[in-house]
C-alpha cells in the first residue's frame, strides 16, 4: 500500500488544489444534507405548534428560507465538484500519458522486445483512464460518501438510535436509472471519438517510429505535437463537460423543486391540519442518505482496487531503463566512425552476432556493407546510432580535432535512413522538417534534388502533397527518396543508409548515387546494400558473414 500511496502522491501533486477543493465540496455537501433533515424537522416542529393554536411568529418563514438556501447551495456545489472532478481527470490523464510517452521515447533497448505495441497503447490509453477516473472521481466520492453515511447515521441515533440499528443492518438494492443523451451531447461525443483517434494515431506512429525519432533527434517535436492533440480533445470534452452540466443543473433544479414542493406543502398542510406524521420526514430523508452511500461505496470499492492493477501496469513501464539525456556533441568538419573489438550478442541468445569486431571507416570514405541476412549489418547500424550497446569494446566518432564515444549525444553527427517506408502521416513538408524544423523552402528543395525526388516539386500540391498512413498515396521508391531528403537536411556528416534503394529501379538509383556522391563530398557515407551497383561508387568493402 506504501508504493501506491507514494505514486499516487507524486502523479497527483499538481492537482492537489483541485482535489482539496473537491474535499471541501464533500464536506459542504454533507452539511447541507444534514442541514436539510434539521431544517425540515424545525420546520415542522414549527407547522404542528401553529395547528397546536401557537401564536404566528417569523419561524416558518425564517425556516423555509433556509431550506431553499440550502439546496441552492447543494446544486452549486454539485455543479462545482463535477466540473473539477472532469478537468481534473482529463488533465491528470494527459500528464500521465505524456509521461509514459517520454520514457518510450528515451527507451534504452538492449534489443529484445519485451512489450508488444498493442499492450504498450493499452497501458497508455485504458490503464491511464482506469488510474485518472479513479483518482479524480473514484477516491474523493468513496472519501466524500463515507463522510455523509457516517453524519447521517450518527444524526439518526440521536435521534431514535432503535431505528438507527435497524437501517445499518439492512443494505439497500440500487436501482440504476439509464439516460438518455441528447443530440447535442452525441455529437460532442463524436467529436471527441474523432480527437482521441488521432491522440491515438500519434501514440502508435511514433511507438512504431521510436528508433527513427531518437535518431532524428524528433522526440521533443513529437512530444510537443501530442501536446497539441491532446490540447483539441480537451477542448471537445469540456465543451461536452459544460452542456453536461449545465443539463444536470436543470435535472437537479426539476427534482429538488418538485421533492421541495412537496414537502412544503406536507409542511403547509400540518399547520392547516391537513397532513400528519410529520417528523416521519426527516427519519425519511436520514434513510435515504445512509442508503445511497451505502450503494455507492459498493460500487466505488472494486474501482479503487481495479486501480491498483492498472498502477502496476504503469509503474511497470516507467521503471523500464531510459537513455541518458545530455547535450548533443557535434563534430566540425566530416567525421568518421571506429569500431575497436566489439562483441554483442541479443537477450536471451548464446550467440555473438558480432564477436571481437573492428573497423575503420574513415572520414570522407564510402563503405558498402555486404553479408547474407542475419549477419549483423542491420545490428552493426544500430550500434553506431548507440540504439544498441555492445557487450565489450568501442565505438568512437572522431575526426582530425577529436574524439567522442558513440551514445544518444552523437547521434547529431548521423544522417540515418532505414529501409522500409519510414514516413509518417502529413504533408510532405511535416516528413522533410523532422529533418530539420528549422529549414527554409530553398534548403528542402535542394535536399530533395539531392535525393533524386524532383517529382515532389511536380505534384499539384507540391511539397505540401498529402501524405498518408505508412506513406499512403506514394509508391515505394517515391517514399525513399523523400526520407533520404528528409535525412540530409540533418546537420551530421555521415550518412548511413540501410537498403535505401531496394524499391528504385536502375537508372533512378545511378542518379540517386550520382547526386549523393558529387554533391556531399564532405560526407562519411555506409551503405548497406544487396545491390551491385552501389558497389562501384565505395572506396571500401566490408563483408559480414
Given at each position: 500500500m506504501r508504493k501506491y500511496l507514494k505514486w499516487f502522491n507524486k502523479a497527483?501533486?499538481?492537482y492537489r488544489g483541485s482535489l482539496a477543493v473537491m474535499m471541501?465540496?464533500?464536506v459542504l455537501l454533507t452539511a447541507c444534507s444534514v442541514g436539510f433533515v434539521y431544517a425540515s424537522k424545525k420546520l415542522v416542529d414549527v407547522a404542528v405548534a401553529l395547528l397546536q393554536g401557537a401564536s404566528v411568529d417569523s419561524g416558518l418563514w425564517t425556516w423555509t428560507g433556509v431550506i431553499i438556501l440550502i439546496v441552492i447551495v447543494r446544486i452549486a456545489l454539485n455543479a462545482l465538484k463535477t466540473y473539477l472532478q472532469t478537468t481534473t481527470e482529463i488533465n491528470?490523464?494527459?500528464?500521465?500519458?505524456?509521461?509514459?510517452?517520454d520514457v518510450l521515447l528515451h527507451l534504452q533497448s538492449d534489443g529484445g522486445t519485451k512489450y508488444h505495441t498493442g499492450d504498450l497503447l493499452n497501458r497508455m490509453q485504458e490503464d491511464v483512464r482506469v488510474v485518472s477516473a479513479a483518482f479524480a472521481s473514484s477516491i474523493p466520492n468513496l472519501l466524500g460518501t463515507s463522510l455523509q453515511f457516517v453524519a447521517a447515521f450518527a444524526f439518526l441515533m440521536i435521534l431514535d438510535a432503535r431505528?438507527?440499528?435497524?437501517?445499518?443492518l439492512v443494505v439497500p438494492a440500487g436501482i440504476?436509472?439509464?439516460?438518455?443523451?441528447?443530440?447535442?451531447i452525441r455529437g460532442l461525443t463524436l467529436d471527441i471519438r474523432k480527437s482521441d483517434s488521432q491522440v491515438q494515431s500519434h501514440l502508435q506512429e511514433s511507438i512504431q517510429h521510436i528508433a527513427l525519432l531518437q535518431t532524428m533527434e524528433y522526440t521533443q517535436i513529437s512530444g510537443a505535437s501530442l501536446e497539441g492533440l491532446q490540447g483539441e480533445l480537451y477542448g471537445n470534452e469540456l465543451k461536452r463537460v459544460r452542456f453536461s452540466i449545465l443539463s444536470r443543473i436543470f435535472i437537479a433544479l426539476a427534482f429538488q423543486a418538485g421533492s421541495t414542493a412537496a414537502f412544503l406543502w406536507g409542511v403547509f398542510g400540518i399547520s392547516k391540519g391537513t397532513v400528519t406524521y410529520g417528523m416521519m420526514t426527516a427519519f425519511m430523508q436520514l434513510v435515504a442518505q445512509i442508503q445511497r452511500p451505502l450503494i455507492e461505496m459498493s460500487s466505488q470499492i472494486p474501482v479503487v482496487i481495479h486501480a491498483t492493477a492498472s498502477i502496476d501496469r504503469i509503474m511497470d513501464l516507467e521503471s523500464l531503463p531510459r537513455e541518458e539525456i545530455t547535450d548533443p556533441v557535434l563534430l566540425e568538419g566530416t567525421a568518421g566512425i571506429r569500431i575497436s573489438d566489439v562483441t554483442f550478442s541479443y537477450p536471451d541468445s548464446s550467440v555473438n552476432v558480432l564477436d571481437g569486431f573492428s573497423h575503420d571507416f574513415r572520414p570522407g570514405s564510402r563503405t558498402a556493407i555486404l553479408g547474407p541476412t542475419g549477419a549483423g549489418k542491420s545490428t552493426l547500424i544500430r550500434l553506431l546510432l548507440s540504439l544498441l550497446k555492445p557487450k565489450s569494446g568501442s565505438i568512437d566518432v572522431y575526426n582530425n580535432i577529436g574524439v567522442a564515444p558513440v551514445s544518444p549525444a552523437t547521434r547529431c553527427n548521423l544522417v540515418y535512413v532505414p529501409q522500409g517506408n519510414s514516413l509518417f502521416s502529413g504533408t510532405i513538408c511535416d516528413n522533410l522538417l523532422m529533418g530539420n524544423p528549422e529549414a527554409t523552402q530553398e534548403e528542402m528543395h535542394k535536399a530533395l534534388h539531392t535525393a533524386a525526388a524532383d517529382f515532389v516539386l511536380d505534384l499539384p500540391a507540391g511539397i505540401h502533397t498529402q501524405c498518408f498512413e505508412?506513406?499512403?498515396g506514394l509508391s515505394e521508391g517515391q517514399a525513399q527518396r523523400i526520407a533520404i531528403a528528409r535525412a540530409l537536411l540533418r546537420p551530421g556528416s555521415i550518412l548511413l543508409l540501410d537498403e535505401f534503394s531496394s524499391a528504385l529501379d536502375a537508372s533512378t538509383e545511378t542518379t540517386l548515387m550520382e547526386?549523393?556522391?558529387?554533391?556531399l563530398p564532405d560526407h562519411t557515407m555506409i551503405f548497406i546494400t544487396h545491390r551491385d551497383k552501389i558497389i562501384d561508387y565505395c572506396t571500401d568493402i566490408l563483408r559480414l558473414s
Open positions: 497527483v501533486r499538481p471541501l465540496c464533500h491528470l490523464k494527459n500528464r500521465l500519458r505524456r509521461r509514459l510517452f431505528l438507527g440499528l435497524l437501517i445499518i440504476f436509472a439509464g439516460k438518455y443523451i441528447t443530440g447535442r505508412a506513406g499512403g547526386r549523393l556522391t558529387s554533391e
